[in-house]
């Protein structure tokens, strides 16, 4: 009878742990739906097992929601990337010529894009079948569920949002491999008029 | 000779009256019993031209893989979430798993696994990309420039947020030679315009909003019955899922729908006649006997149709359904001799028997005029039909009469209407009647696009339509096609073709674009190791590594690019699991049919690039152009040509038996006269109402020859009898026939439209010149 009760409480404890969950979801989707652009600088710090060392990247992004990113890279390496759902446009500073990576003949690259872009426009509610999830505070960490396609490749992902919980402050990629990207946004400003020669660089 | 056979044997069958009830009753028992057990089918391409270019494009099609899938399209009906969409489509195609008729149910692509598929395409490159191919890569990295740019863009592609799982797959093709690859398949999985996408191994569309399955089935889609089980199966699962939209696609619906349609019209046509029948019967006949001449036609195509069954293996259901409409016609026979029966007995029935022969022989001239087309479908619809006049005029001169009674005798019409316009003034209008229908006539658009004949309700055409926004798929295709039973043969062909067409004509896609031959595949080996010297291998290990320390790589990260890309040695094992991987996609291109392999290449269906397939192919021996397209023009240039053929054969016959009988030119030019109006008159009325022609109307209208010579011989014939008599007769049997063709109007289905349209304007026509003109014309000849 006693194991029966406690069958009871894990279950009536994860129903309600589901609900929890979405409802944090939902209520971070709502919040981060009001930023319709943004800017912000970063820092990127990437540990591959390719590199000999872990890779510092100091930058610029700027997003239009739904689809749009600039990822502006200014260290140790400088060069501009647009990012839509189609394809990703790279533009060097030193050469006037800009080189198209279609994502339909791309899948691999297609799924990650789209990933990215479901990050920074909130949408976490559909990670919830495949994703189990620990909150703290400002702080999401997203374990994919086994036998998911994403559990072939990630081990977590870890996203801090705002106080206002508006935009991400910060993301953690931990993969299998051991390798790991961690972005830092800081200097982040919502709803901001993005100048049109930020999109018009790459046209 | 013949006429006192009919009469001898009118007599005798009244002395063997109980024999001949016996017969009867053990024909129609054993006629139902064959009909029962005979097979039908609904294939309507059996009436369309069996010439060469016709045959192999109608054999693409029914092969193409569309003919035995069905599709469903589906959304939820209120929420917007994409999560338990997917989750009710995944329930909803295991349900549909249960069905018989389905043989396989896909709702994705867990096959085509891009991640195996670019592991192997990697290791494979010296095999898949041609010569042409890898000297353009090759030039991407002949300098130490390029060596560095390239090196750059691998550190910026693995610095890009979310991108490092594609990590493993620089490490063995820095460069992305591999992508030539993925961009011919993507080309291949776009190439249809199609906007499949796929999203955890499920095809969804581009808004997320609809879920696709994909199913394979194995009931025939020209057998009614298989098709109607299929569809109430897949309608029973359907509405277990009520908060599921559920869209079917499928030619099963068309086979269902079209059989719905006409055996709705065919139940509309038998009420009007039979309520037809019923008035003449009552209130001018006032005999119930009539209705033995009322059921002859019906007995006829029954023992017509078993006969069908005992010598062709399939009956075509449309083919049936065409012949049953015109053979009812014959029951014009049974209303002549009945009438004359009824005016003077046994006498006027022997007197009528030569007219009826002749009537009737015409009318078989014409149908025997079909055995001279090459159409398998025409020959049929002949057989058919003169099995059942033959069996009519039979039982209408020799065996009916001897059953009826003169008891009750018709109601005296007054039948000498025709009279009523003075000769010239008949002469007059027919003449202005015939220039405008010449005029219309010539004008006349001739349709043969099998779509045509396709009756499917309104609704389908809707769901199909809808079906195509959502998905796309709009446009046309025509291929190139080479079939062999040898398949590594067959592949070079292919290799043959496809280095012929591409980059020629406007969205060519072609499998061999990704995998070659064996034989093509040794030489893109062959010309990778000749380009891989040793001395070309150490220069670019040293490049590589001085870049690879410039852009913080570790050493050696790059050694699986040259252990298993530039020195790749297991060559073909590899391929056989990327076209395995790559299966769905590569039977679209590549199928095997009964143990002869079909390769096809595809290419937009335009006039241009049809002309340019077919020049460029012109010495690749066996390979033929298919274009869905081009066919309707084909058969419109066959149908044509045939139905000049089967036209001058009727003519000619209809004419010959005429003067045979009439004996004089002049008479024989008059009897004609019906058949000349009615062809125009025809022809006219359909351009007037901007209906085009189509093959069914054409052969409509070859059968409208016999029909209307009837009306010609008989009241030619009857200058030297009783002309109101005939007329009488004609007048009735014209009433029999319009009333059937005429309800016809009203059907839904277009090709029983077209025959009721045909019939009603050319019997109309036929039967007006007949009673007016004819007299008309005597009068003023013998003045």
Known sequence: MKNFFIAIFILLSSISYAEDAEKILHDIEKHMSTVQSLHADYIQKKNLDMFENPVILTGEIYIDKPDKLVWIVKEPVSYSLLIDKNSIVKKSPNSKKLQRISLESNPILKNAVNQIMMWFNGKYNSYLSKFNLEIDGELIIFFPKKSTQASEVVEKIAIKFSENKKYISSIRIVENGGDSTFIKFKNVSTNIEIDPAVWEQFD | MIVSFFEKLLDLFERKKSAVIFIFIIVSVLSVFAVLQGSFHNDITTLLPQEQNIKKTLKFLNNSGMSDTVVFSISLRKEQNQEKLLSLTSEFAKDL??????????????????????????????????????????????????????????????????????????????????????????????GFGFQVQVK???????????????????????????????????????????????????????TVSNEKIIRKDVALTLTI??????????????????ISVFLLPFWSILVSAAIMTIFLPEVSFFIMGFASVIAGISVDYGIHIFTAYKSQGKLAVKKIIKPVIVASTTTIGVFLSFFFSTVEGYKELAAFSIISIVLCVIMSLAILPNFW????????????????????????????????????????????????????????????????DIWGGKGKYAAVVYETKNVQKGWEKYDNITGHLENKLTNFISFASIVGSKKQRKINVEHWKSYWTDSRINNLKEEIGSQSQKYNFKAGVFEDFFKKTIKADQLNGDIEKLTAELGQLKDLFIKNISGNYRFSAYFTDSEVNVGKAKELIKNINGAYVVSPTRLSESISKQVNHEMKKVSIIAFAWVFLISFLFLKRLSLTVLALIPVFTSVLATLSVFNYLGIPVTAVVLIAMVVILGLSIDYGVFVVYSGKTNRQEIIKAATFSYITSISGAGALLFAEHPVMFSIGLTLVSGVTAAYLSAIFCIPAFEKVHNK
């Open chain 2, 97 to 190: 798993e249960s069905i018989k008729y389905l043989s396989s149910v896909n709702k994705g692509v867990d096959g085509l696994d891009y991640k195996r598929i670019s592991e192997i395409v990697k290791k494979n490159l010296p095999v898949l990309l041609t010569p042409e191919e890898q000297n353009k890569i090759f030039k991407t990295i002949n300098s130490e420039e390029k060596i560095e740019q390239k090196f750059r863009d691998i550190f910026i592609m693995l610095n890009t947020p979310g991108t490092s799982i594609v990590q493993s797959n620089f490490a063995l093709d820095p460069f992305n030679w591999s992508n030539i690859v993925f961009k011919e398949i993507g080309k291949l999985t776009k």
């Open chain 2, 200 to 254: 955890d191994g499920r095809f969804i569309n581009e808004s997320g909003k609809y879920a696709l399955i994909l199913a394979k089935t194995n009931a025939s889609l020209t057998k009614g019955f298989e098709s109607k089980s299929l569809m109430n199966a897949v309608n029973k699962v359907v509405k277990q899922y009520p908060n599921l939209n559920v869209d079917t696609i499928s030619g099963h619906r068309h």
């Open chain 2, 273 to 290: 006649v039979g309520i037809c029948f019923l008035i003449l019967m009552l209130l001018v006949f006032r005999s119930v006997e009539m």
């Open chain 2, 405 to 468: 009674s003169k008891n009750k005798k018709p109601i005296n019409f007054n039948f000498t209407f025709y009279n009523f316009f003075s000769p010239k003034t008949v002469i007059i209008i027919w003449g202005i009647f015939i220039v405008l229908s010449f005029y219309y006539s010539t004008k006349t658009n001739v349709n043969t696009d099998v779509e045509s004949f396709d009756g499917t309700s309104e609704e389908i055409l809707k769901t199909e339509e809808r079906f195509h």
